[in-house]
């Protein structure tokens, strides 16, 4: 029995690394995909972990497998495709924040076929986990559906986290039909507060994430905002924790750590099948918030993602939480 299975994206970000001599930035190769980035922050935390997605035959798609199972995620569901492993430019501004160029036409994600996925593999896990960009374009979104469908079936919880990337997309109404097409089968849910106002239509966090909560009927909703700290809505209403005050260096893959961290959580506490009273949410809510702040302060998603002895002192350092 598997803690996570998740299905979607793995990729190359081409990280940022300084300038060269000659006055030429120097990127850096980082394994990188959300769904990749949760599983390893997990399997850091010390829960198992299984991952399902398509890479190249290519020195890319060796290097993301290689690299998923020294972390300790179980590949038995990697595919291999003769279309190049998908490739992300990531580029970060003067707080740290970034935004990507994705070479994707097509990417080697793209083409997982529902039947390459065995589906005992989501099954036996306690959690199914996906985002939205394994909707982007066949035949990974009908695998995405089918792998959805098997899981809710089965009595699988689903987390899902939308990542909306507007540039693989078409637009952004056919981004929004294909998230909300997985909200319907998700119990877990984690959105940055800007994908809540694109979701919902309201700035307001209060309204949209009730509207989200009721609409979908979830078990419960996470919505993160950056450094500020994050928020729960579940059936006891909202609830808020502030983040921890520390030094941006790259912010990529922090949504990932958080949600990573607040599933780590809801296993540990048994959060996943029930009700928990808002003593323990906050809790939850403050150990994402650390996850996602110790990710902050390193360069690369997978490479800086903390086991638990190590976020365990972070939290116990005397760092700041935001007020």
């Known amino acids: 029995m598997k803690d996570v299975t998740a299905l979607g994206e793995i990729l190359i970000?081409?990280?940022p690394n300084g300038i060269s001599e000659q006055g030429n930035p120097i990127l850096v190769a980082n394994p990188g995909g959300a769904p990749a980035n949760v599983l390893v922050s997990l399997s850091k935390l010390g829960m198992k972990t299984e991952?399902?997605?398509?890479?190249?035959?290519?020195h890319f798609g060796d290097f993301l497998v290689s690299t998923l199972q020294s972390k300790g995620v179980h590949t038995d569901g990697i595919g291999y495709s003769n279309v190049h492993t998908t490739l992300a430019f990531v580029h970060i501004d003067e707080h740290g924040d970034r935004s990507f160029s994705f070479?994707?036409?097509?990417?080697?994600d793209m083409m997982l076929k529902k039947e390459d996925v065995d589906l005992q593999l989501i099954s036996q896990s306690r959690i199914f986990h996906v985002g939205s960009i394994s909707m982007t374009n066949d035949p990974v979104r009908e695998t995405t559906l089918t792998a959805l469908k098997h899981a809710k079936e089965h009595n699988v919880i689903v987390s899902f986290d939308p990542n909306?990337?507007?540039?693989l997309w078409?637009?952004?109404e056919e981004a929004k039909k294909q998230i909300n097409t997985i909200l319907t089968y998700a119990d877990v849910v984690k959105v940055s507060e800007e994908e809540l106002a694109f979701l919902t239509g309201s700035e307001d966090i209060t309204i949209g994430a009730e509207l989200l909560y009721d609409q979908y009927n979830l078990s419960i909703l996470f919505i993160t905002l950056g450094g500020k700290g994050s928020y729960a809505y579940s059936y006891n209403g909202l609830v808020f924790v502030?983040?921890?005050l520390v030094k941006a260096i790259d912010t990529t893959g922090c949504g990932d750590a958080f949600l990573a961290g607040v599933l780590y959580q809801l296993m540990e506490n048994e959060g996943i099948y029930g009700s928990l009273p808002e003593k323990a949410i906050k809790e939850i809510l403050k150990f994402g918030n650390a996850m996602g702040a110790y990710v902050a302060m390193r360069k690369g998603g997978i490479p800086s993602m903390p086991t638990l002895e190590q976020l365990q002192e972070f939290m116990v350092s005397g760092i700041t939480v935001v007020k």
């Open 13 to 15: 970000d081409f990280t």
């Open 51 to 58: 991952f399902i997605g398509c890479v190249g035959k290519d």
């Open 103 to 108: 070479y994707r036409q097509p990417g080697a």
């Open 164 to 167: 909306l990337r507007p540039p």
């Open 170 to 172: 078409q637009n952004l």
């Open 242 to 244: 502030p983040g921890f």
